[in-house]
């Protein structure tokens, strides 16, 4: 048996989960020198919700963020986390701006590219690990983990052969609700490794209090690489805590090989963050950290259920929340149980709070919900409740070949549509992400050119000789 790898998610998922993604790069590179000493198998630092983040909140390029972390950290593998065909924004792209984006992820300092789709439809995955291994990344292709009448332990095994096949170089069981039990996570694992020859990484969250037992039970089955989080933004709505899990299995034949103190040195950075994202007010720790084993009864993720709460607030409507939370399995249901993570969690929990203010159920039809039922966003894993359809998307034809095929090129267009603001190649794809958010942070990063050109020439004028 090999030591258990650890995968910490300290710089990504860490703080996404806790604190709406907002930690700065600033302070993540003055612990960069430390984290690269560590041995981890991989630092997740990029991707998901971080790029958005930037942009939007933080002020900052994403891309000079991936260039100051790599450049950090030269002795750690970079890992991030991508939405397959919708890239990090929402929406499906055209193949030629997968390929682009994932050839500057690696030419930037990406080593692993995690790909998942909410669906598990792995047509929409195929253009984005087509490219990761021919610009030379790993392809970490994630399985999205969640329980229904269709997800049962036989569809995750002939999937992962699915995964093998599409030339895949890890498998990860992505376990984004905390959903997976510690029994059930060790059956999987075992069959993942009998099914097939490739590594198995398992990701999971603390949101109902199993997360290290569910590391635990797979690190025993044969799991090579776990996912956790150093102990100031661990648990709850985290990942298990990456010290918690070292100590346990130490001295054992998992033994992880990484040093207590210096994560605990480590720990002692991170904690000072997270007590500014408190302050600041984007970490509630009596929220962040509570366990909810409802999870188990209504699947809803931490950052859905989040969404969910900021709907319900600002349509004054509090008192509906547990009528809301009940609503969400019967509107999976009838969509044909797509996993909930980003996005179909975020299209069926807006869904859910539409039929209950509304009075009626599908009064109300978001666009997301329309294009989920008409195939755009890939094929549904169960039955879809056709009356629903019928009265949600009435006789618009449902899409069944890959979406992206119906997509023409756009890269081009997209260059057009930004000229005024383009500085280098990456903004394309910024734009692209965002296209409402990024002029406006682009219009913000050439102020701030000016505002440096401009300090440096008064400095020169009063330092020249009279």
Same mark, same amino acid.
């Given at each position: 048996?090999?030591?258990?790898?650890?995968?910490?998610?300290?710089?990504?998922?860490?703080?996404?989960?806790?604190?709406?993604?907002?930690?700065?790069?600033?302070?993540?590179?003055?612990?960069?020198?430390?984290?690269?000493?560590?041995?981890?198998?991989?630092?997740?630092?990029?991707?998901?919700?971080?790029?958005?983040?930037?942009?939007? #909140?933080?002020?900052?390029?994403?891309?000079?963020? !991936?260039?100051?972390?790599?450049?950090?950290?030269?002795?750690?593998?970079?890992?991030?986390?991508?939405?397959?065909?919708?890239?990090?924004?929402?929406?499906?792209?055209?193949?030629?701006?997968?390929?682009?984006?994932?050839?500057?992820?690696?030419?930037?300092?990406?080593?692993?590219?995690?790909? #998942?789709?909410? !669906?598990?439809?792995?047509?929409?995955?195929?253009?984005?690990?087509?490219?990761?291994?021919? #610009?030379?990344?790993?392809?970490?292709?994630?399985?999205?983990?969640?329980?229904?009448?269709?997800?049962?332990?036989?569809?995750?095994?002939?999937?992962?052969?699915?995964?093998?096949?599409?030339?895949?170089?890890?498998?990860?069981?992505?376990?984004?609700?905390?959903?997976?039990?510690?029994?059930?996570?060790?059956? !999987?694992?075992? =069959?993942?490794?009998?099914?097939?020859?490739? *590594?198995?990484?398992?990701?999971?969250?603390?949101?109902?209090?199993?997360?290290?037992?569910? !590391?635990?039970?797979?690190?025993?089955?044969?799991?090579?690489?776990?996912?956790?989080?150093?102990?100031?933004?661990?648990?709850?709505?985290?990942?298990?805590?990456?010290?918690?899990?070292?100590?346990?299995?130490?001295?054992?034949?998992?033994?992880?090989?990484?040093?207590?103190?210096?994560?605990?040195?480590?720990?002692?950075?991170?904690?000072?963050?997270?007590?500014?994202?408190?302050?600041?007010?984007?970490?509630?720790?009596? =929220?962040?950290?509570?366990?909810?084993?409802?999870?188990?009864?209504?699947?809803? *993720?931490?950052?859905?259920?989040?969404?969910?709460?900021?709907?319900?607030?600002?349509?004054?409507?509090?008192?509906?929340?547990?009528?809301?939370?009940?609503?969400?399995?019967?509107? =999976?249901?009838?969509?044909?149980?797509?996993?909930?993570?980003?996005?179909?969690?975020?299209?069926?929990?807006?869904?859910?709070?539409?039929?209950?203010?509304?009075?009626?159920?599908?009064?109300?039809?978001?666009?997301?919900?329309?294009?989920?039922?008409?195939?755009?966003?890939?094929?549904?894993?169960?039955?879809?409740?056709?009356?629903? =359809?019928?009265?949600?998307?009435?006789?618009?034809?449902?899409?069944?070949?890959?979406?992206?095929?119906?997509?023409?090129?756009?890269?081009?267009?997209?260059?057009?549509?930004?000229?005024?603001?383009?500085?280098?190649?990456?903004?394309?794809?910024?734009?692209?992400?965002?296209?409402?958010?990024?002029?406006?942070?682009?219009?913000?990063?050439?102020?701030?050119?000016?505002?440096?050109?401009?300090?440096?020439?008064?400095?020169?004028?009063?330092?020249?000789?009279?």
């Amino acid at each position: 048996m090999a030591k258990v790898n650890i995968t910490d998610t300290i710089l990504r998922d860490g703080h996404q989960s806790q604190a709406a993604t907002r930690m700065r790069t600033d302070e993540m590179l003055p612990a960069c020198a430390k984290l690269d000493k560590v041995g981890y198998f991989s630092l997740e630092c990029w991707g998901g919700a971080t790029y958005d983040a930037c942009i939007r #909140f933080l002020n900052e390029d994403p891309w000079e963020r !991936l260039r100051r972390l790599r450049k950090a950290l030269p002795n750690t593998k970079t890992q991030m986390l991508l939405r397959g065909q919708n890239l990090l924004g929402y929406r499906p792209y055209s193949d030629d701006v997968v390929e682009f984006f994932v050839k500057k992820a690696v030419e930037n300092g990406i080593d692993i590219i995690r790909c #998942f789709d909410a !669906l598990n439809d792995l047509r929409n995955m195929q253009t984005a690990v087509r490219a990761t291994k021919q #610009f030379g990344g790993t392809a970490e292709i994630a399985l999205s983990y969640t329980s229904s009448p269709v997800h049962n332990e036989d569809y995750f095994v002939k999937l992962a052969g699915e995964i093998e096949q599409m030339g895949a170089d890890i498998i990860c069981i992505k376990d984004m609700a905390n959903l997976l039990l510690p029994y059930d996570a060790y059956k !999987l694992v075992k =069959r993942l490794k009998a099914a097939t020859s490739l *590594p198995i990484a398992l990701h999971t969250h603390n949101t109902t209090g199993t997360g290290a037992m569910v !590391l635990l039970k797979a690190a025993e089955a044969g799991c090579d690489i776990i996912d956790t989080c150093l102990s100031p933004l661990a648990s709850g709505t985290s990942q298990p805590c990456t010290e918690s899990l070292v100590a346990t299995f130490q001295g054992t034949e998992y033994d992880t090989g990484l040093d207590l103190n210096l994560l605990a040195e480590l720990a002692e950075h991170f904690r000072g963050v997270a007590d500014r994202l408190t302050k600041d007010g984007f970490r509630d720790p009596a =929220r962040v950290l509570a366990v909810d084993v409802k999870t188990l009864q209504y699947q809803v *993720p931490g950052g859905m259920l989040s969404n969910l709460i900021g709907q319900l607030k600002s349509a004054n409507a509090m008192d509906k929340y547990y009528e809301v939370l009940a609503e969400v399995p019967r509107v =999976r249901e009838e969509f044909g149980y797509p996993p909930l993570v980003t996005p179909t969690s975020q299209i069926v929990g807006t869904q859910a709070v539409m039929n209950v203010l509304m009075g009626e159920r599908y009064k109300m039809v978001p666009q997301e919900s329309k294009d989920l039922l008409a195939g755009h966003y890939g094929k549904l894993p169960g039955k879809v409740n056709e009356e629903v =359809r019928k009265k949600c998307i009435g006789d618009t034809k449902v899409i069944t070949e890959r979406f992206a095929d119906t997509l023409p090129p756009e890269l081009d267009k997209l260059r057009d549509e930004m000229r005024e603001w383009y500085q280098k190649e990456e903004d394309v794809l910024t734009y692209a992400m965002f296209p409402k958010v990024a002029p406006k942070f682009f219009e913000y990063r050439a102020a701030q050119q000016l505002r440096i050109e401009s300090d440096m020439l008064n400095k020169e004028e009063k330092t020249m000789p009279v």
